[in-house]
């Protein structure tokens, strides 16, 4: 799925407040201007743990949102920035339907590399998917962003995405605002364009994260 590219590091008595969007258009078999809402609260258990709860909604041009599951996620920063070659993290989720029996699991690794003032993230990530009326899948997707560090307000990038059911690739842009002692405002937003006929032809992203 297009979402959120995630990055290896934790940092130590963190707690932040964090809404995403995701709208895709023109999708085979998916309602048109479907919406996907996160709304999560997190906070860091140590130095390398890092704990997420999220509920999730979906809504479209033709359905009303509506809540649609909740999520547990958990990252572990495997290395200390700048340790290897690479920063390297681990990432686990579970989430359960709301109204049905249908789960979902997936864990993935996740890499970091600095060249200069360009960085480059990978996530690679396996889901399973079980329960009540469906059949159990599994599948992987994995993600690539590189981005340019032009200054700490504005981070321009391009992210690509690979997965069972959309290919794509397209522009983001990123930031973040300092505030008052060690609270910070970051954002993201993007518009991903599908390369196949299975993708939406566009996927526009968006997220705000309060961190204090």
């Known amino acids: 799925m297009i979402d959120k590219i995630y990055h ?26 479907t919406r996907l809402y996160r709304l999560a609260y997190g906070r860091s258990l140590s130095d390398r743990l890092f704990i997420e709860a999220y509920l999730v909604g979906q809504g479209s041009s033709s359905e009303s949102l509506d809540l649609q599951s909740i999520e547990m996620e958990i990252k572990w920063q495997l290395t ?7 920063d390297w993290g681990v990432l686990a989720e579970l989430s359960k339907g709301i109204g049905n029996n249908i789960y979902e699991a997936s ?15 990978t996530n690679f ?8 009326g469906i059949d159990d899948e599994l599948e992987s ?14 981070e321009p990038g391009i992210e690509f995405y690979a997965g ?6 397209g522009p983001v842009l990123m930031g973040q605002a300092k505030l008052v002692g060690p609270k910070k405002l970051k954002w993201e937003a993007g518009v991903i364009f599908g390369l196949d006929s299975k993708s939406p032809d566009t996927s526009v992203r968006l997220l705000f994260e309060y961190e204090f």
Do not use: C, M
């Open 80 to 86: 200390e920035q700048g340790e290897y070659w690479a």
């Open 8 to 33: 290896p590091y934790v940092q130590p008595l963190e707690q932040e407040l964090e809404i995403r969007l995701l709208q895709q258009n023109n999708q085979s078999g998916i309602a048109d201007n």
């Open 141 to 154: 997707v994995f993600s690539l962003q590189t981005r340019y560090r032009y200054s700490q307000t504005l």
């Open 164 to 169: 069972q059911n959309s290919i794509g690739v």
């Open 125 to 132: 990530i396996i889901e399973q998917e079980w329960g009540s």
């Open 107 to 121: 864990i993935g690794l996740i890499a970091e590399k600095e060249f200069g003032h360009w960085s480059g993230t």
